[in-house]
């Protein structure tokens, strides 16, 4: 991959953050599976309302329950490996495809050309656009 190739996936990269750090965080709720994938989304300066389903959740019933009340939009960012869409389906089921916003994790499986198949490898696969 040449320099301009790579200076377009951190350009893009980069617009896929702002567009995340773009929405309401009393709106939206960000929904990553555990907390590399927020470190990682951290690190590239992610700062939504972002939680994790592991830590905040018992379960994607509780997860729809707490969603309903406080919030109107649910951003899924969970991993785009078979568990992650096991589980995206699960919870978009739950909520009948209402509130759900898929465009940016198809969005970042565009961006990244399906390399990165886990939130976490996010940041690695980042720093390594940023290399010579």
Do not use: W
Not at 18 to 23: A, K, P, R
Not at 30 to 38: F, S
């Amino acid at each position: 991959m040449d320099r301009n190739e790579k200076l377009h996936i951190i350009r893009e990269i980069n617009d896929f953050i702002d567009q995340i750090n773009s929405e309401s965080p009393e709106d939206s709720l960000i929904l990553v599976e555990g907390k590399r994938d927020l470190q990682a989304l951290a690190y590239l300066g992610c700062n939504g309302n972002i939680r994790m389903y592991h830590h905040h959740f018992k379960n994607p019933i509780d997860l729809v329950d707490k969603f309903r009340n406080n919030y109107k939009k649910l951003i899924l960012l969970l991993d785009l490996d078979r568990s992650g869409e096991i589980m995206t389906k699960k919870i978009s089921n739950l909520l009948n495809q209402k509130y759900i916003d898929h465009k940016y994790r198809m969005r970042l499986l565009s961006i990244t050309q399906g390399r990165v198949k886990t939130i976490e490898e996010l940041k690695s696969f980042y720093d390594s656009m940023q290399e010579n």
